[in-house]
């Protein structure tokens, strides 16, 4: 029995963000996968079953980064505000040194790969941000409005800046990104 070459693995995940961020998941083929990580496409094949089973591994693969950056550094003790900038600043780092990754999650969403399944598991991840959000709200410090609706709005306002600097070449100062997340908390406090 072979055993698992993580590096070929690696080659296989970043040339299949790369080639998701440039042609999107429906034009990513197992075949441009291998040509994209210079790998037989055989070789694609030993560790991935199909495109399904490689959509689907690196999907949790992104989704436990995420998880594991968003929450860095993030303390359950401390005030309100200081958490969300904490972890607000955390996604916002994370976007911009992981955009394709960033791409690739949105992008998994939006199709079939990804069940309801799927998704409401990956949810539990999340958990520490839905429980701020719930604290915030029961402090009366930030709208009391349906929580998807509030992170909707502070991921894609997140997402939006990591775009416009990613496509736009825009430059971030620590001013541009102060006066960011007061745009954004001033969408969502009370």
Not at 26 to 33: C, E, F, I, L
């Amino acid at each position: 029995m072979k055993l698992r070459d993580e590096t070929k693995i690696n080659k296989i995940f970043e040339a299949t963000l790369r080639l998701v961020k440039q042609n999107g998941l429906s034009g990513t083929t197992m075949q441009a996968v291998a040509k994209e990580a210079r790998l037989a496409t055989g070789t694609v094949y030993i560790y991935f079953e199909n495109k399904e089973a490689l959509i689907s591994s690196l999907f949790d693969v992104c989704i436990e980064n995420s998880a594991r950056d968003f929450f860095k550094n993030y303390d359950t003790a401390l005030p309100f505000k200081i958490g969300f900038h904490t972890i607000w600043m955390n996604i916002l780092r994370h976007r911009l040194a992981f955009f394709e990754e960033s791409i690739f999650i949105e992008q998994c969403f939006h199709s079939p790969y990804i069940d309801d399944v799927t998704k409401a598991n990956l949810k539990k991840k999340f958990d520490p941000l839905m429980e701020l959000m719930k604290r915030g709200k029961q402090e009366h410090l930030i709208k009391d409005i349906d929580t998807f609706w509030l992170l909707t709005y502070m991921i894609s306002f997140i997402n939006e800046i990591a775009k416009r600097v990613t496509y736009y070449n825009k430059k971030l100062t620590q001013a541009i990104i102060a006066d960011n997340f007061q745009l954004c908390w001033d969408g969502i406090k009370a």
